[in-house]
């Protein structure tokens, strides 16, 4: 370093305290110096400074302030704002609880059959009224693709699509009550829309055409059914159909379609073959049952059909199905009519035999060895009078461990012990 370096420096320090020191002039000589070209003093700064702080001071006490406020407001509101309070509650309470149950929903995929069921039901209601459709969607296609199953056999895809369905009906706002059947097929519209690629939204679009075609119809006996309501009942079912056909490339993926047709061609006149319709179902989800359900319902009395049919039909769906059921189609078969319209009367008004039935249960069983088709198995043993049957299956059922199972199942508590007691083994 020679030193030179640090004389310049100097000089140039020198040079800016000069030009701090004297204003610079850029016009002519009696025009004012720039307003920008020297800096305030150092009192306007500092007080500029200080007026700042004094400032930011005044906003954080009023934060504090305010703060202190809304402490002592939620700790003593007035009883306008309780009322507010209430209201506001009582408005999300929904959401609240739908998201608890898409929480609780999933944990118990792996409960007991009734627990499944239920928690089924509540996640597909959860999503609908979460606005979660996309993900309605999604798990949808999952237990169909998978074909999952409840403990006791039955598809999984079943009671997410009616909890879906449930939820989507009680979705109509207030002010579109009046029109709520334009409001439905809207909202289900649009989702297909948005989902092109999905069964979901077609079927439900599907089953608010078929509800409202029901609600032209009513539920009174054919001979008190106004005449005039027939010609609108007929083409609203029609209307569904021809949707339904329309939409089958995305829609019959899912075996609920099946079922929807099936239940939609029952009321029309449009001369469709429900057995065609089976045939089709069980090629692309074999051994769903709900399927094999609606053909039974077309083959009641009250549909113009008779036990004899029903006999013959529980026959031939074991036929159809027994490479993957063995002959446990006859014992579904006849168990879902004891849930409706033979419940109590099934052995004396039907011509179900106690001993396909038996063995039909006996497949079950050995398929899906769950508790809910144990007790089911013992109490139609009971009420088919076989002691011997019954007295095999009681050790075999847990009854303190789920009251809620011996409930659905046996119908009370009661009905339990006095079978018990026929087959000399009572229970505690």
């Keep these: 370093m020679d030193?030179?370096?640090?004389?310049?420096?100097?000089?140039?320090?020198?040079?800016?305290?000069?030009?701090?020191?004297?204003?610079l002039r850029a016009g002519p000589a009696d025009s004012p110096p720039a307003a920008s070209a020297s800096p305030p003093p150092a009192t306007t700064r500092e007080a500029a400074v200080a007026a700042a702080i004094a400032e930011r001071q005044a906003l954080n006490e009023a934060r504090i302030r305010?703060?202190?406020?809304?402490?002592?407001?939620?700790?003593?509101?007035?009883?306008?704002?309780?009322?507010?309070?209430?209201?506001?509650?009582?408005?999300?309470?929904?959401?609240?609880?739908?998201?608890?149950?898409?929480?609780?929903?999933?944990?118990?995929?792996?409960?007991?059959?009734?627990?499944?069921?239920?928690?089924?039901?509540?996640?597909?209601?959860?999503?609908?009224?979460?606005?979660?459709?996309?993900?309605?969607v999604a798990a949808y296609r999952d237990y169909v693709a998978q074909r999952r199953r409840t403990p006791s056999g039955l598809w999984m895809s079943e009671s997410f699509y009616l909890?879906?369905?449930?939820?989507?009906?009680?979705?109509?706002?207030?002010?579109?009550?009046?029109?709520?059947?334009?409001?439905?097929?809207?909202?289900?519209?649009?989702?297909?829309?948005?989902?092109?690629?999905?069964?979901?939204?077609?079927?439900?679009?599907?089953?608010?055409?078929?509800?409202?075609?029901?609600?032209?119809?009513?539920s009174r006996y054919v001979a008190k059914t106004p005449p005039r309501v027939w010609k609108p009942f007929y083409a609203a079912l029609d209307r569904t159909l021809k949707y339904l056909d329309d939409e089958r490339a995305v829609a019959?993926?899912?075996?609920?379609?099946?079922?929807?047709?099936?239940?939609?061609?029952?009321?029309?006149?449009s001369g469709g073959s429900p057995l065609e319709v089976l045939d089709q179902g069980e090629r692309a989800f074999p051994g769903y049952y709900p399927m094999y359900f609606e053909i039974y319902t077309t083959l009641l009395p009250k549909w113009s059909?008779?036990?004899?049919?029903?006999?013959?039909?529980?026959?031939?769906?074991?036929?159809?199905?027994?490479?993957?059921?063995?002959?446990?189609?006859?014992?579904?078969?006849?168990w879902f009519a004891a849930q409706g319209a033979y419940s109590?009367?099934?052995?004396?008004?039907?011509?179900?035999?106690?001993?396909?039935?038996?063995?039909?249960?006996?497949?079950?069983?050995?398929?899906?060895?769950?508790?809910?088709?144990?007790?089911?198995?013992?109490r139609f043993a009971c009420d088919a009078q076989d002691r011997d049957t019954l007295a095999t299956l009681l050790p075999r059922l847990k009854v303190q461990a789920n009251m809620t199972l011996l409930e659905s199942a046996w119908g009370s508590r009661k009905r339990f012990e006095e079978c018990s007691q026929m087959a000399g083994s009572l229970r505690s």
């Design 252 to 269: 019959s993926g899912a075996p609920e379609y099946y079922r929807l047709t099936l239940n939609t061609l029952r009321g029309s006149q």
């Design 163 to 218: 909890g879906v369905e449930s939820a989507l009906i009680e979705s109509v706002p207030e002010q579109e009550r009046a029109r709520r059947w334009d409001w439905l097929e809207e909202q289900t519209l649009r989702w297909a829309r948005e989902a092109p690629d999905s069964p979901l939204p077609r079927l439900m679009h599907g089953e608010i055409l078929l509800d409202r075609a029901w609600e032209i119809r009513g």
């Design 305 to 334: 059909g008779s036990v004899a049919q029903i006999e013959a039909f529980a026959a031939d769906a074991v036929r159809r199905t027994r490479a993957s059921e063995g002959e446990s189609m006859y014992a579904r078969i006849y």
């Design 344 to 378: 109590k009367t099934l052995f004396w008004r039907t011509h179900a035999s106690w001993e396909r039935m038996r063995q039909g249960f006996e497949d079950i069983v050995q398929r899906y060895p769950d508790q809910w088709n144990l007790h089911n198995y013992a």
């Design 3 to 23: 030193g030179r370096r640090p004389a310049t420096a100097g000089l140039l320090v020198a040079s800016l305290m000069l030009s701090c020191a004297l204003p």
């Design 66 to 136: 305010q703060l202190r406020q809304q402490v002592e407001q939620r700790a003593n509101p007035t009883l306008e704002q309780r009322q507010q309070q209430l209201a506001e509650y009582q408005r999300t309470a929904p959401e609240r609880e739908a998201r608890k149950r898409l929480l609780d929903a999933q944990p118990k995929l792996d409960g007991t059959e009734l627990e499944v069921r239920e928690a089924l039901f509540a996640q597909g209601r959860a999503l609908i009224q979460l606005q979660r459709k996309p993900e309605a």
